[in-house]
C-alpha cells in the first residue's frame, strides 16, 4: 500500500468521532475504498456495498432469526457436502478474507476467485489478499480458470476445472442472479449470502443467507464447529426441515412488520 494512502487512513480513522454513531459502518467503507484503490474492488462494488447498507438497515443490522436459521441449514448443507467450493469475489477478499480462509479450514473446502469484472490484476490482488489471510490454495487464477459454466455469457462463467466446476455445493456472497441460476441449473447446490431478499440471487440460490457478509461469516464457522460433532441424519433433518422460499418470506415480512412499527414512532 503506498504511504499517501496510509496517511489518508489514519487521518480518516481520526476523523470519525470515537463515539461517532455510525463509525463502524464508515470503517467499512474506507476499507472498501482501500481495496478499490489496491485493485482488489471495481467502482461497481461500491455500488452494490451501498445497496447492501439500504437493505441492512431494513433488517435492522443485527442477524435475524430468518438469517440464523438460513446460516444452520447452509452449515449442515456444507458438512454433508463432498466438495464444497467457496466463491469469492472482490467484496468478499475486501471485507471477510481471514474468515473465507477460516470456513474453508473447518470444511476442508476450496477458494476460488470468480468475478463479474474479471481481469487477471484483479485475479491476482484478490488471490494475494487470500494469501495473506492464510489460504494454503486459490483456485480460478488465470489459466486456472479454464471450464466454463455453460448457458452463461459473463466472465463468471470461467471457473476452475479443480473447483467450482465439480463442486457439489458452491458458497457465494455479493452476486448478480445469472450466475446462480446456470450453477443450479447444472445441478449445483447453492448457498447465497444476499442482503436483499428480492434479489434473484437470493430467489434462485437453494439456501439464501439474508445477512451481511461480516456477521454471516464468523457465524457460519462458529455453527460448522458446533455441527460438526452431529451424526449425519440429524444434520440431513436440519436441512430437510428449512425451506428457503418460506424463509425469504419471513424476511420479507419482517422487514414490513418492523416498517410499520417504527412508523408508530414519528
Ligand atoms: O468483484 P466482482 O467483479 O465479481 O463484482 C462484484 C459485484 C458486487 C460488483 C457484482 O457482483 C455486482 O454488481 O453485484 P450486484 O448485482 O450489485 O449484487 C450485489 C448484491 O449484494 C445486492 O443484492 C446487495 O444488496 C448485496 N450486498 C451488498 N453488500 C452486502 C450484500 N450482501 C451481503 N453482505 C453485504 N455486505
Known sequence: MD??????????????????????SLLIREKLVEAMENGVLVPQGLIAHGRGECFDYLIGEKTQPFAERAIEAASAMLLLAKYPVISVNGNMAALVAKDIVKLAEELNAKIEVNLFYRDIDRERAIAEVLYEAGAKEVLGVGEDASATIPELFSERRRVSPRGIFIADVVLLGLEDGDRTQALVNIGKKVIAIDLNPLSRTAQSAT????????????????????????????????????????????????????????????
Open 3 to 24: 504511504k499517501t494512502r496510509d496517511s489518508k487512513t489514519w487521518s480518516i480513522r481520526e476523523i470519525i468521532p470515537e463515539n461517532h454513531p455510525r463509525r463502524e
Open 207 to 266: 439456501i439464501t443467507i439474508v445477512d451481511n457478509i461480516i456477521r454471516v461469516f464468523p457465524r457460519l464457522v462458529e455453527k460448522i464447529r458446533k455441527l460438526k460433532s452431529y451424526e449425519r441424519g440429524k444434520l440431513e433433518e436440519i436441512l430437510t426441515s428449512f425451506n428457503n422460499k418460506k424463509n425469504l418470506g419471513e424476511a420479507l415480512l419482517f422487514i414490513s412488520e418492523r416498517l410499520k412499527e417504527l412508523s408508530k414512532t414519528l
